[in-house]
């Protein structure tokens, strides 16, 4: 049983199934109708330090790979592998970029550095005056809800059962505290297992089977422009400060641009952070900042209209970290949840160490550093 229907869920389905194990996926709402369907389709190594979530990344991007190619027609995913562009606005930034890209290298990420001569070689429209960057060729995207809709159709067909509109209420656990399944408005749901892949509602999820997970919910924004000649904007390209606000954990608003085309046209600038609850309020000062920004790395872009703008909530958890695997203070209960903003590059990975735990077979990767139990001052159960 997986709760959740996002893009970690519906990857958790389609590997599980595929593995063999009888599936069923319940969410309260519609298919990528919570953080997935708020992303941008980010599959990154470039903002990612040598470690184990650059690990997962690496394995995924393979994966994601994998899946652009086996999936039907109908299935697309608009998987687009355009490189990623960090840029240094001075020679202190490119310094730090050069030291972290090294550390990515000895992890197996491809980087090249790009001197200041030859950033418009990539991206004919960024400013003048740029110290420099580094191009990630293995950088690429996808269109989240299509993603998830995807792979779900795909678990279907193996036999997964999905039950959209449907909230779960509480977890079933049996005498020993095991569980036994899930109870929603329309019955109860008895399964061996049951996998938290509820995004940034993971923690509420685990209180219902008498856990404490620390998901917080991330709050971020992203302006949508109308829709702009293609190849306008040829990567994914952000500033070097968009890696320290990744690593951050801090609550306060921090923004860094993102700039990136989409296959239909509109440009899609991000990124902005600050912990503020699910509050869904428009923040003004976030949009006004993304705007700044972007239009200091694309000067093309300040004649360009806004169309809308959107905001979503990203599973944040203390240590950056997800939370995937069996969580041994409950038995039967596994975790896919807490990927902060990576949750669909990751998606597949984590859905294979999943899959791996349910099935008692090797995992891909050693899942120590993310297992759920690791937060000391939150193991007590409530």
């Not at 709760?3 to 970690?8: D, I, N, R």
């Not at 399964?191 to 938290?196: C, F, G, K, Q």
């Not at 950056?320 to 902060?340: F, T």
């Amino acid at each position: 049983m997986i709760v959740g229907a996002g893009v970690v869920g519906a990857a958790c389905a389609y590997y599980a199934a595929r593995s063999g194990l009888s599936v069923a996926v319940v969410d309260r709402g519609p298919v990528a109708g919570g953080t997935t369907g708020a992303g941008e389709g980010n599959l990154l190594v470039s903002d990612k330090e040598a470690g184990p979530e650059l690990d997962l990344a690496l394995l995924s991007t393979g994966l994601w790979r994998e899946l652009a190619e086996a999936l039907p027609p109908e299935d697309a995913i608009e998987y687009e592998l355009k490189g990623g562009l960090v840029i240094a606005p001075d020679e202190t930034a490119l310094t730090a970029l050069r030291a972290f890209a090294a550390g990515q290298r000895a992890a197996g990420v491809t980087a090249h550095e790009i001197p200041a001569d030859g950033l418009r070689d990539l991206e004919p429209h960024l400013a003048p005056g740029l110290a420099g960057g580094f191009h990630y060729p293995q950088d690429a995207q996808v269109q989240p809800a299509l993603a998830a809709a995807a792979l779900l159709r795909a678990a279907r067909r193996g036999g997964t059962a999905v039950r959209l509109g449907e909230e779960v209420t509480a977890v079933l656990t049996d005498a020993r505290g095991a569980v036994r399944g899930v109870r929603t408005p329309r019955g109860d749901v008895h399964a061996p297992a049951v996998v938290n892949a509820t995004g940034t509602w993971g923690g509420r999820f685990a209180a219902l089977a008498g856990v404490d997970l620390p998901v917080l919910p991330r709050r971020g924004f992203v302006l949508v422009t109308e829709p702009l000649p293609a190849r306008l904007i040829r990567h994914k390209v952000y500033a070097a400060d968009y890696i320290a606000d990744v690593a951050s954990g801090s609550a306060d608003l921090q923004s860094s641009a993102v700039v990136e085309g989409t296959p239909a046209g509109p440009v899609l600038i991000g990124a902005t952070r600050e912990r503020v609850g699910f509050d869904r309020t428009l923040s003004t000062e976030a949009l006004r900042r993304l705007a700044a920004q972007a239009t200091a790395l694309f000067p093309v872009l300040a004649d360009v209209h806004a169309i809308r703008t959107y905001c979503g909530f990203r599973p944040y958890l203390p240590d950056h970290l997800p939370a995937i695997g069996p969580d041994p203070r409950v038995p039967g209960l596994h975790h896919a949840c807490g990927h902060e903003g990576a949750g669909i590059g990751l998606a597949p990975a984590t859905a294979l160490l999943v899959t791996a735990a349910l099935t008692d077979t090797p995992p891909p990767l050693p899942p120590t550093p993310f297992r759920p139990n690791r937060f000391p001052h939150h193991n007590a159960t409530p």
